[in-house]
């Protein structure tokens, strides 16, 4: 079992920076690819980057070149830091954990956090 708490969400002007952390619970965090997906009123969940357990990565188109996702095991914890935020950033992200490959993060991975807030004012 593995409980995800996300935070660092918050309100932040176009063009600024947030960070967000995932701090995992239990000992084997490192064995899990980790991910983060973000949410939009009235949209569906999306995938917005993920780690796997060798710290390779994937990184959506959307956000490619603005977000960065690193992971320090030692701290079992999964960071997304995101740069020049536009109003279209704006939702709820979620951390995901999940020990199958980096490519099977998704919809059906067994763990996720209740997700933390994310305003980008225009």
């Known amino acids: 079992q593995v409980q995800l708490v996300e935070s660092g969400g918050g309100l932040v002007q176009a063009g600024g920076s947030l960070r967000l952390s995932c701090a995992a619970s239990?000992?084997?965090?490192?064995?899990?690819?980790m991910g983060w997906f973000r949410q939009a009123p009235g949209k569906e969940r999306e995938f917005v980057a993920g780690?796997?357990?060798?710290?390779?990565?994937l990184v959506a188109d959307s956000v490619k070149g603005r977000f960065t996702i690193s992971r320090d095991n030692a701290k079992n914890t999964v960071y997304l830091q995101m740069n020049s935020l536009k109003a279209e950033d704006t939702a709820v992200y979620y951390c995901?954990?999940?020990?199958?490959?980096?490519?099977?993060?998704?919809?059906?991975?067994?763990?996720w956090g209740q997700g933390t807030q994310v305003t980008v004012s225009s």
């Open positions: 995901a954990a999940d020990p199958r490959t980096l490519l099977r993060l998704g919809n059906e991975s067994p763990y």
């Open positions: 780690i796997g357990r060798s710290g390779s990565t």
């Open positions: 239990g000992r084997t965090f490192s064995s899990y690819a």
